[in-house]
């Protein structure tokens, strides 16, 4: 049974380099029931498909519009506002990104004070295990302290990328079900 209403629009955050542009292609190029593997509005920031998650569908939009790194508070503000869900990416092998993620979530905070809003710690990347600078534990903890899911995945291997965007869907619909 599909879901009506209008898409959920789940953005991805992170320092530049931490994998968004490939989970945005592996998210894209899913093979789907139609017979094309291309996404219908795929632009280079966007795009919307209908996914299964626990032998539902889910209409999803993803946005991969920011550019973290830049000062343009206005862009940093409409991105804050745009989503209702949120992948919060670093890479296990830059210290740097996982920072950044700490200082994302802390914006974000502050744009979304009073809801609920589905977030999950992802961090990218783990099959440079020589290349590790932030361990397991470390990125568990800091989800515990922003009180968000964690997953470490790997784009270059498509190792969890699609349990993460299930798990923001399951997150979602528990929200949308509690309202
Ligand atoms: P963005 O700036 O966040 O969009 O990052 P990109 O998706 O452009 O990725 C930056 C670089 O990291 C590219 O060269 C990717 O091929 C590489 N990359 C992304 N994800 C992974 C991953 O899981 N493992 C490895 N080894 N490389 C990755």
Redesign the pocket.
Known sequence: TAETGSPYRVV?L????????????IFAGAADSMDSDECELCGDEMCEKVIEVDGESAAVTLL?TWDTESDDEWAQERCMHTGDAYLL?Y?ITDRASFLRASELRIILRHFRPAQHTPIILVG?????VRRREVSVSEGRACAAVFDCKFIE?????Q?NVWEAFHGIVRQLRLRRDSK
Request: proline share 0%; aromatic share 4%.
């Open positions: 991805l992170g320092a530049n380099g931490v994998g968004k542009t490939a989970f945005a292609s991969d990416l890479s990218n990347k783990c099959d440079l995945t790997s784009a270059a291997m190792h």
